[in-house]
């Protein structure tokens, strides 16, 4: 796939004493979820309890904390909370 193919997401959970939300960029909503679950985070089984932003940009993001220290969001992985360049490929 290209990397044109790549989508953002801005994902929230049901537990309000998680993180305030997960940012990955992925090949699909599946695959985002797939990538936060291999960095650890508990999402849970049913998806419809998230709130889910496709197609997400840094400026879209509320969080002042979450801009500051975000990783790069135009590769596939996890962005926020940022662990590594690449982290999920």
Do not use: K, N
């Not at 960095?39 to 940009?57: K, N």
């Amino acid at each position: 796939m290209s990397e044109s193919a790549l989508t953002a997401f801005w994902i929230e959970g049901p537990d309000r004493r998680g993180p305030l939300g997960y940012g990955v960029t992925a090949f699909s909503f599946a695959d985002a979820l797939e990538i936060v679950r291999r960095a650890c985070y508990q999402l849970p089984e049913d998806s419809s309890t998230l709130r889910v932003r496709a197609d997400i940009r840094p400026g879209d993001i509320e969080h002042r904390f979450v801009r500051e220290h975000m990783g790069p969001i135009a590769v596939r992985g996890m962005w926020y909370p940022f662990i590594d360049v690449g982290f999920g490929s």
